[in-house]
C-alpha cells in the first residue's frame, strides 16, 4: 500500500510530546482560507514554484514565460515533464509517495531521536483521505514500539478504528455553527463534533484545537458557543486538553508558490482575545494547554 507525504521533519513537543517526527500526508477535504500548508490541500498535488530557480530550461513545453509559470498550459500536461523527466529546482510536485513498508522502516531508523516520550505524528493536510495506509502504518508503529500521534480535523466516520493504535489523538475544531463551517471551509463540523465526543469519552489522551481566526470564529459569542460544548465532553476530564491558536500568515507565500489565492484579509488576534477564550473555557472545568 503506499502513502503520499509533502513533508517530513522533526520539532520538540509541538504536534505532541517529546521529539518527534511528523509526517505531513497529502490531500485535505477542508478549504480553509487561512491554511499554512496549502501545499498539502490538493490530495493529487501541486506544482510548487520556486521562483529564484524558474527557468525556460524548467519545462520543454514552454510553460515558464517571463518568469512565470504559465499554469493553464499545464491543466492539460499530462506527462508532465518538468518533475518526470529533468532534474531541476525551479518546479515540482508537492507530495512523494512511498510504500507504507518503506515509510514504516525509514520512522523505525528514527527511534534513537525519540527522546523525552517522542514518537512519530501524523498530520496533513488531512490524515483520514488516506485512511487505509494511515491505519497500516499507526499499526507498524505501534508493533515496533513508537509512540503514535495523529493530528486530524475530525470528519472521517471511521476515526473509531484508529483508538486502539494512537497514543496521543489531536483533533481540530473550528466553528460550532455547522452552517458557517461549511461556507467557509467546504464542510460541515457534524461529524468532527461526533468525533471528538467519541474519542473524549474513550481514549485516554485527548488534546482538542481552535485555531482563532480573525472574522471568522474570534468573537465573544464564539467563545461561549465553544463554552458549552467543551463543558458537555471535557470539563473535569484528566484525559483531555483544550489548546488556542491564533491565526498567522506564515503560509501566505506558499499560496502563491502552488498558483493559489490567498483570499483572507488583513487581521490578527489579539493577546487578550486569545486569554478571553482560554480564561471562559477555565471557568467551565477545561484544561488548557499552550505547546
Same mark, same amino acid.
Given at each position: 500500500?503506499?502513502? *503520499? ?9 509541538? +504536534? &505532541? @510530546? ?9 490531500? #485535505? ?5 487561512? #491554511? ?14 520556486? $521562483?529564484?530557480?524558474? %527557468?525556460?530550461?524548467?519545462?520543454? $513545453? ?5 518568469? !512565470? ?9 499530462? +506527462? /508532465?515533464?518538468?518533475?518526470?523527466? @529533468? @532534474? ?7 507530495? !512523494? ?7 514504516? $522502516?525509514?520512522?523505525? &531508523? ?47 466516520? @471511521? ?14 475544531? $473550528?466553528?460550532?455553527?455547522? *452552517? ?10 457534524? /461529524? ?16 482538542? !484545537? ?8 474570534? %468573537? /465573544? ?10 463543558? %458537555? ?34 487581521? *490578527?488576534?489579539?493577546?487578550?482575545? !486569545? ?17
Amino acid at each position: 500500500m503506499k502513502i *503520499k507525504v509533502f513533508q517530513k521533519g522533526f520539532n520538540y513537543s509541538q +504536534d &505532541g @510530546r517529546g521529539n518527534r517526527l511528523i509526517l505531513h500526508l497529502q490531500g #485535505c477535504n477542508m478549504h480553509c482560507p487561512w #491554511c499554512s500548508n496549502p501545499e498539502g490541500m490538493t490530495p493529487g498535488g501541486a506544482l510548487f514554484v520556486e $521562483k529564484e530557480w524558474l %527557468s525556460k530550461s524548467c519545462c520543454p $513545453k514552454g510553460a515558464v514565460k517571463d518568469g !512565470r509559470l504559465d499554469r493553464t498550459l499545464c491543466e492539460d500536461c499530462e +506527462d /508532465r515533464p518538468c518533475i518526470q523527466k @529533468r @532534474r531541476q529546482k525551479g518546479i515540482r510536485l508537492t507530495y !512523494r509517495e512511498y510504500e507504507v513498508s518503506d515509510l514504516l $522502516k525509514e520512522c523505525i &531508523g528514527c527511534k534513537p531521536m525519540f527522546f523525552d516520550g517522542g514518537g512519530v505524528t501524523l498530520t496533513g493536510g488531512e490524515i483520514t483521505l488516506q485512511f487505509d495506509a494511515v491505519k497500516e502504518l499507526l499499526g507498524g508503529l505501534k508493533e515496533a514500539g513508537i509512540h503514535t500521534a495523529i493530528e486530524s480535523n475530525g470528519t472521517h466516520p @471511521r476515526m473509531e478504528e484508529y483508538i486502539p493504535l494512537v497514543d496521543e489523538w489531536i483533533m481540530d475544531i $473550528k466553528h460550532m455553527d455547522a *452552517k458557517k463551517h461549511k461556507e467557509w471551509l467546504g464542510v460541515s463540523n457534524e /461529524r468532527t463534533i461526533q468525533n471528538i465526543r467519541m474519542a473524549t469519552e474513550k481514549h485516554p489522551d485527548v488534546l482538542i !484545537r481552535i485555531p482563532l481566526i480573525p472574522g471568522f470564529n474570534n %468573537s /465573544r459569542e464564539d467563545a461561549e458557543e465553544f463554552a458549552e460544548f467543551f463543558k %458537555s465532553c471535557a470539563a473535569g476530564r484528566d484525559n483531555v486538553r483544550v489548546e488556542i491558536l491564533t491565526y498567522h500568515e506564515f503560509g501566505k507565500g506558499k499560496w502563491e508558490q502552488c498558483g493559489y489565492t490567498y483570499t483572507m484579509k488583513p487581521g *490578527k488576534i489579539t493577546p487578550e482575545t !486569545r486569554q478571553y477564550f482560554e480564561n471562559r473555557f477555565r471557568e467551565e472545568g477545561i484544561q488548557i494547554v499552550r505547546t
